[in-house]
Structure formats: structure tokens, C-alpha cells
């Protein structure tokens, strides 16, 4: 009995390979980018699910074939702007949005190595991509919008406040636990110090700290953080959320007491547990999903 489920464990394991290896891969810029990050070091796994050193910046779709809705979200993980969590904070997402009909495309957005527009572009670039093929993937183009973790959320807050035209701009953020500004004493200094160096001046980190960006234009945002995260202050959702209100942009900040930083959607504790349930109802209102 035990070698049966020994080799059922192994099976299912081979079948998520299988399956992860099987999605379609999307370069963002098939005869290659255009501008390098000046990484030359070869991209690998540090651990099993967290990618550094990305020079070719690419995306992976997952499609929704259960009732689809004609949503679709592109997907930022998370990693400090120096590496990126593209199982715990990229595949498994996806997974979960399959499930409410929603599609999905896992980004691996290069690593900026103090070359600031480097993951905007990448990140902008995905979305026009999945907009000017959305009739290909079944999609509504007027439905694509944009989830990043931590230093992703960054990304997503950036791409939703500095978006360059109707084909880039998402049609809503999701961020979760996000880096949003890049002052000192707020952000987390690791993503600050990979994406504007070590001593950026006071332009960039205006113009990077996207609680400054916002205006009536940005998209729709729901945002979740748990108060005791330690690594990105609350306070990075909560100006945020503030000035969404200010500028009269729908959005729900939900707050977590306990949760700390990076949970992602793995079960952790009965509160954090909440926040895929109340982005679904979220989604809802918003009819993202049915």
C-alpha cells in the first residue's frame, strides 16, 4: 500500500510538472530587447520556485477552459526586484484564476540592476501583448488587468499609475502586500536599492513612489497587507489606498492583523486565508467573473 501512494505522489508530481512545462510561452520581445539590464550572469532557480537574474524577459499563459469570462490578468510576482517567486506568486495564481474563469500570464519581467525602466517596460509590453491578441486568446480587451506581490505589486502600482497609452493601461490592479513608494523609512530597501541604486536622487524616488502617481485615471484597485509584515510597511498600501479615495478611484484595502510578509496564497492562518474570498467577491462586483 504504501509503494501504491508512494508511486500515486510521485505521478501527481510529474503531472504538475508536466503541466507547468506545458503552458505556452510568450516572449515579450521575440528578436530580443532592445536594451540590456547588464546582468551577465546565467538566469537559474536560487530554490526551487524563485528565478534570478532574468535578462529575457518573457510570459507564460494560462488559459481559462472552465467558463471562461473573457478576463484575463497579467501576473507580476514578487522577489525584491532581484529574482522572481514564479510558483508560489506566479503559477499557483494562475491556477486559482483558471478556476474562476479568469486567464492569466505569468510574467519573468527582467531585473532592473539600477536600470529603473527596464521592469516597467517589460511589465507594460505584457499587457499591450495580451490586449492586441485578445481576440486570439478570447478575451475582452477592455477586461485585462494587472496583480503583483511585494516588489510586483511595485511593478503593478507603476504599470497602473505610469501606463503610456489605452494599449498598456490596465483595466484593474490586484496587489498584494505591495512595495509602493520608494522613500526612505517606507519601502523596502532591498527593491529600492535593486531598482534605483544605491543613492537614487529625489526625481526618481518622486516619481517611483506611486502614492504620488495616482490620479482620477488610474484603475480600480483592491489591495490586501497584513499589518504585522515586517519587511514592507502597511503604510505602503494604506497612503496608497488613500489616495486612490482622494482621486475618487474605487478601491478596497483589506487589513490583516497577523500574516506577516510573503504568504501568498498558501494556506497560513485563517485570516490571510480570506483575502482569495474576498477578491473573488471583489471580482464580482467589479463583473470580472459570474
Known amino acids: 500500500m504504501r509503494q501504491v501512494k508512494l508511486l500515486m505522489v510521485i505521478g501527481l508530481l510529474m503531472a504538475g510538472s508536466t503541466m507547468m512545462k506545458a503552458q505556452k510561452e510568450i516572449k515579450l520581445y521575440p528578436d530580443g530587447p532592445a536594451e540590456s539590464n547588464g546582468i ?14 532574468i535578462r529575457e524577459p518573457r510570459m507564460f499563459y494560462y488559459p481559462a477552459t472552465t467558463n471562461p469570462t473573457g478576463a484575463a490578468v497579467v501576473i507580476c510576482p514578487g522577489g525584491g526586484y532581484w529574482g522572481v517567486s514564479v510558483i508560489k506568486e506566479g503559477e499557483e495564481i494562475a491556477r486559482w484564476f483558471n478556476s474562476k474563469g479568469v486567464s492569466a500570464f505569468v510574467v519573468y519581467y527582467r531585473m532592473p540592476n539600477g536600470h529603473y525602466e527596464i521592469p516597467l517596460k517589460d511589465a507594460l509590453t505584457a499587457i499591450e501583448l495580451v490586449r492586441s491578441n485578445s481576440k486570439a486568446y478570447g478575451l475582452n480587451k477592455k477586461r485585462i488587468g494587472i496583480m503583483g506581490f511585494s516588489a510586483g505589486g511595485h511593478l503593478a502600482a507603476t504599470a497602473g499609475t505610469q501606463y503610456t497609452s489605452k494599449k498598456n493601461k490596465p483595466d484593474f490592479m490586484i496587489l498584494g502586500y505591495p512595495v509602493i513608494s520608494m522613500k526612505e523609512g517606507v519601502t523596502h530597501g532591498g527593491s529600492r536599492k ?14 517611483f513612489s506611486n502614492e504620488l502617481q495616482v490620479t482620477r485615471k488610474t484603475p480600480p484597485a483592491f489591495i490586501f497587507h497584513a499589518s504585522d509584515d515586517r519587511a514592507v510597511p502597511l503604510v505602503n498600501s ?8 482622494e482621486s475618487k478611484v474605487p478601491n478596497e484595502l483589506h487589513v490583516f492583523q497577523k500574516g506577516g510578509h510573503g504568504f501568498g496564497m498558501r494556506p497560513t492562518n485563517p485570516e490571510t486565508d480570506q483575502w482569495p474570498v474576498l477578491l473573488e467577491q471583489w471580482l464580482k462586483k467589479r463583473k470580472l467573473i459570474q
Open 238 to 245: 494604506s497612503s496608497f489606498a488613500a489616495a486612490l479615495t
Open 40 to 53: 551577465i550572469a546565467e538566469e537559474e532557480f536560487q530554490r526551487s520556485d524563485f528565478v534570478i537574474n
Open 194 to 207: 535593486q531598482l534605483l541604486g544605491d543613492k537614487p536622487d529625489e526625481e526618481l524616488v518622486h516619481r
